[in-house]
């Protein structure tokens, strides 16, 4: 009896609690709502805090029971913990969009902001721009076309500027990479531009050399002749280019492992994910075993792919492999027999 006695009193308590702020604004109006809050809070034993109309909690965790599952109700502008259900804040604001949105076509309609900043266009994505069409569609193509040639009017340097981000888009375009590295690309140009390594060099080639490094910072490495066969220099001019921009940027660059370029080259030979795994333990193999080492990792991955074509059934022939990952049949047949050797790998052929 005693500890229901305890219990329901309790329970009391947190009644008391939250109905003190609920009474304060129904008496006193606007007045009485704030010192009711405030009252609230201090019983509550949490600190609430008012700016702008906006509630703000210092702690995230309820000052009664001490959960963390606090739920906001937007509906009733309330704040309250889901364990023992006392409200700690009331009369918030709802930060999200008045209007509701059903699917991405309604969401792009209704939606009253541009495009976020970005680093792939010259302005950043910060400046205005005059839309095609409309009621007055010939003097608007007359104003976009006006404004267009402002931006590349200006000076040399910003049409240059303009030029190698064009550039690196379309490469990064024909190469299919992610937004992320296109960003990447683009701010390491700005870094080398602040530093005046562009002028009285090509752009093609220091555009073609800054997003093979950034695939290489980013994980997704690409082969210096895949970026011969999208650029518009020569391998040897985009070879010169990465090792002076290495240089006087400070960019330290870990070697390239053959494990990264697997999965890329499976998908273009069609081989499913058993003939990755497989791959993939022969490289791990190899590599404690220091084979790899004074070795092309594009060989060692061509010879490994090889291989695990083969043990899971799904052969390619050597010049099909060659064909994809661009190393002679020469290479690959060195590299599998040291494989196969090595690590006592039976092949039948």
């Known amino acids: 009896m005693v500890a229901f006695k305890e219990d ?8 008391k609690r939250g109905e003190g702020r609920r009474e304060g604004r129904k008496e ?17 034993g949490g600190n609430v805090s008012e700016a702008g ?9 309820c000052p009664d029971c001490g959960s963390k599952n606090l739920i906001s109700d937007y509906c009733r502008a309330e704040i309250f913990c889901a364990e023992c259900g006392l409200i700690i804040a009331d009369n918030i604001v709802d930060l999200g969009p008045e209007w509701r949105a059903y699917d991405a076509e309604q969401v792009a309609k209704k939606v009253r902001v541009g495009a976020p900043m970005t680093y792939r266009m010259h302005d950043k994505g910060l400046s205005t721009v005059v839309s095609r069409g409309g009621s007055q569609g010939q003097e608007q193509h007359k104003i976009k076309t006006l404004q267009q040639r402002r931006h590349t009017t200006t000076n040399t340097n910003e049409r240059s500027f303009i030029f190698a981000l064009s550039e690196i888009d379309r490469m990064a375009c024909a190469l299919k990479l992610p937004v992320n590295i296109r960003e990447a690309a683009s701010m390491l140009y700005r870094q080398a531009m602040k530093k005046h390594l562009i002028r009285g060099r090509s752009i093609e080639g220091i555009t073609s050399a800054i997003l093979y490094i950034s695939c290489r910072q980013c994980g997704v490495p690409r082969t210096l002749e895949e970026m011969e066969d999208i650029s518009r220099v020569e391998q040897k001019e985009i070879s010169r280019s990465y090792r002076f921009l290495l240089r006087e940027l400070g960019v330290k660059l870990s070697p390239a492992s053959p494990v990264d370029f697997v999965p890329r080259f499976c998908s273009l030979l069609e081989l499913g994910s058993e003939t990755r795994i497989r791959a993939i333990e022969i490289i791990k193999k ?22 695990a ?3 899971s059934g799904q052969h390619r022939t050597q010049k099909d492999v060659s064909v994809v990952t661009g190393v002679t049949e020469v ?18 052929l």
């Open 286 to 307: 190899a590599t404690e075993a220091e084979l790899t080492n004074g070795r092309g990792p594009i060989g060692i991955a061509a010879a490994a792919i090889y291989i």
């Open 53 to 61: 109309g906006r509630v703000e909690l210092e702690t995230r965790e």
């Open 8 to 15: 329901k009193e309790e329970c009391g308590s947190k009644k």
């Open 28 to 44: 006193g109006g606007k007045e009485g709502g704030k010192e009711g809050r405030k009252e609230g809070g201090k019983e509550a």
């Open 309 to 311: 074509a083969i043990l």
């Open 331 to 348: 290479t690959i047949r060195n590299r599998y027999k040291e494989l196969s050797q090595q690590l006592n790998i039976d092949i039948l």
